[in-house]
T-cell receptor, first 114, second 114 residues
Framework: AQSVTQLGSHVSVSEGALVLLRCNYSSSVPPYLFWYVQYPNQGLQLLLKYTTGATLVKGINGFEAEFKKSETSFHLTKPSAHMSDAAEYFCAVSDKSSYGKLTFGQGTILTVHP | EAQVTQNPRYLITVTGKKLTVTCSQNMNHEYMSWYRQDPGLGLRQIYYSMNVEVTDKGDVPEGYKVSRKEKRNFPLILESPSPNQTSLYFC?????????????FGPGTRLTVT
């Protein structure tokens, strides 16, 4: 069975500071990893994904994540936070055997202070 | 425009009154699923469908029904809603056989059961 743990249900940063949202996963087979963002009162938007190949993945809005198999991690980073980054972020895992099912972490609410 | 649509977007109902939330996609995707989102729990899969007339339970199927009579539609049925089904519901679809199993999400339906 797959699982995802997001460390920290709330993260607060100042505008211009580094954003680091942590995600650890458990999967018995090679994982597909995703980060989604949910702005207030909106649906889910895909930020980035890792399937195979390069372990450093770049996404939209300046975000990137690195797949580290040895650490079973897929942390999301952005060098400089913007006020518009305030949202809830979800890490999710899937794989070939799960037929497309996504297993989500509990979410991290990012607050950006001026 | 490729999209997943859900209706209604907001629904307030009373305990025991049957309701249906519709989901439709225009991308000819075989795989469709329903998730519910609850604070601190992330998103959890309710039911999924690999193709027409093929449905199966996800992680939290109790109290829900689905049907897949047409490829584009995947309605979620609550025959006797209860307050613990108050939640934000998302429909999603994807291609079977796509190497990443990336899912496309609808805008969400916020359901309140009193």
């Amino acid at each position: 069975a797959q699982s995802v743990t997001q460390l920290g249900s709330h993260v607060s940063v100042s505008e211009g500071a580094l954003v680091l949202l942590r995600c650890n996963y458990s999967s018995s087979v090679p994982p597909y990893l995703f980060w989604y963002v949910q702005y207030p009162n909106q649906g889910l938007q895909l930020l980035l994904k890792y399937t195979t190949g390069a372990t450093l993945v770049k996404g939209i809005n300046g975000f990137e994540a690195e797949f580290k198999k040895s650490e079973t991690s897929f942390h999301l980073t952005k060098p400089s936070a913007h006020m518009s980054d305030a949202a809830e972020y979800f890490c999710a895992v899937s794989d070939k055997s799960s037929y497309g099912k996504l297993t989500f972490g509990q979410g991290t609410i990012l607050t950006v202070h001026p | 425009e490729a999209q997943v649509t859900q209706n209604p977007r907001y629904l307030i109902t009373v305990t025991g009154k049957k309701l249906t939330v519709t989901c439709s996609q225009n991308m000819n995707h075989e795989y469709m699923s329903w998730y519910r989102q609850d604070p601190g729990l992330g998103l959890r899969q309710i039911y999924y469908s690999m193709n027409v007339e093929v449905t199966d339970k996800g992680d939290v199927p109790e109290g829900y029904k689905v049907s897949r009579k047409e490829k584009r539609n995947f309605p979620l049925i609550l025959e006797s809603p209860s307050p613990n089904q108050t939640s934000l519901y998302f429909c999603a679809s994807s291609l079977v056989g796509d190497s990443s199993y990336e899912q496309y999400f609808g805008p969400g339906t916020r359901l309140t059961v009193t």
